[in-house]
């Protein structure tokens, strides 16, 4: 069984949503620490000048905080902000009509926490996608010992996975000696960014997933198995 486990992000890139296409179970990775100003409550779309900005949900942060444990900061009129942004950025876009009755009925939803805000936005946007296949899960379900990979690992053994894909980034921290011990099968993603039809001038990467929907439409995961061809890599460690 093919896992991949993912910290709840807002509004994430196309290659989330590739690793989602491609897991048997999706783990949330909801109970592990709070990065402040990551991509875990911010974005960017592309806006009307041809350049990206940032959507960042404000929080009340804690040192130490859980992503799951994270409250939004209601203070300011942020979700009405964050809808008028997309909504300004992507009115003319071929999509955006068929797509925004997905989208805009969660900013007009008062969210307490941060990671229900964030699995609330990523599930509707895979459905949307189609993509409908893979079993989601939230790491704080389970009951997982140790920290790092060891951590990790206790996670993969609860959900009987033999295969772990992972983005490129972990292979910073991760102990690939580990993912052998446990007889699990490590895989590494690396998407090489496609480029599709945009508004605004030149086309820029790594932007929210949205960005695609609103420009391309059902052709979406079209674009991103495209570009997933060759994306998925076994580590020969394991």
Same mark, same amino acid.
């Given at each position: 069984?093919?896992?991949?486990?993912?910290?709840?992000?807002?509004?994430?890139? /196309? $290659?989330?949503?590739?690793? /989602? +296409? #491609?897991?048997?179970?999706? %783990?949330?990775?909801?109970?592990?620490?709070?990065?402040?100003?990551?991509?875990?409550?911010? &974005?960017?779309?592309?806006?009307?000048?041809? !350049?990206?900005?940032?959507?960042?949900?404000?929080?009340?942060?804690?040192?130490?905080? !859980?992503?799951?444990?994270?409250? #939004?900061?209601?203070?300011?009129?942020?979700?009405?902000?964050?809808?008028?942004? *997309?909504?300004?950025?992507?009115?003319?876009?071929?999509?955006?009509?068929?797509?925004?009755? %997905?989208?805009?009925?969660?900013?007009?939803?008062?969210?307490?926490?941060?990671?229900?805000?964030?699995? =609330?936005? #990523? @599930?509707?946007?895979?459905? @949307?996608? $189609?993509?409908?296949?893979?079993?989601?899960?939230?790491?704080?379900?389970?009951?997982?010992?140790?920290?790092? @990979?060891?951590?990790? #690992?206790?996670?993969?053994?609860?959900?009987?996975?033999?295969?772990?894909?992972?983005?490129? =980034?972990?292979?910073?921290?991760?102990? %690939?000696?580990?993912?052998?011990?446990?007889? /699990?099968?490590?895989?590494?993603?690396?998407?090489?960014?496609?480029?599709?039809?945009?508004?605004?001038?030149?086309?820029?990467?790594?932007?929210?997933?949205? +960005?695609?929907?609103?420009?391309?439409?059902?052709?979406?995961?079209?674009? *991103?198995?495209?570009?997933?061809? &060759?994306? *998925?890599?076994?580590?020969?460690?394991?």
């Amino acid at each position: 069984m093919r896992v991949v486990v993912l910290q709840p992000m807002y509004l994430p890139w /196309i $290659g989330y949503f590739g690793l /989602i +296409d #491609i897991a048997d179970v999706f %783990v949330f990775y909801d109970d592990v620490q709070f990065v402040r100003q990551s991509w875990q409550n911010r &974005n960017r779309i592309k806006w009307c000048t041809g !350049k990206p900005i940032w959507l960042t949900v404000p929080v009340h942060r804690v040192y130490g905080q !859980k992503i799951n444990e994270v409250k #939004i900061d209601d203070g300011s009129p942020w979700r009405n902000r964050h809808w008028e942004c *997309i909504g300004q950025a992507y009115s003319k876009a071929t999509f955006f009509q068929q797509y925004r009755p %997905v989208l805009e009925p969660l900013y007009s939803r008062r969210w307490d926490h941060l990671a229900d805000l964030n699995m =609330s936005l #990523i @599930t509707e946007v895979a459905s @949307t996608l $189609g993509l409908n296949s893979a079993k989601f899960e939230t790491s704080s379900e389970f009951s997982v010992n140790g920290s790092g @990979t060891e951590r990790l #690992i206790d996670l993969l053994k609860h959900l009987g996975a033999d295969e772990y894909v992972s983005g490129p =980034s972990a292979s910073e921290y991760l102990d %690939v000696d580990k993912f052998r011990e446990a007889g /699990i099968a490590l895989y590494w993603y690396r998407l090489e960014h496609p480029v599709y039809p945009q508004l605004w001038g030149d086309f820029v990467p790594h932007l929210s997933a949205i +960005d695609l929907i609103f420009n391309v439409g059902a052709e979406s995961m079209h674009v *991103i198995r495209d570009a997933a061809r &060759n994306a *998925i890599q076994r580590d020969p460690r394991t």
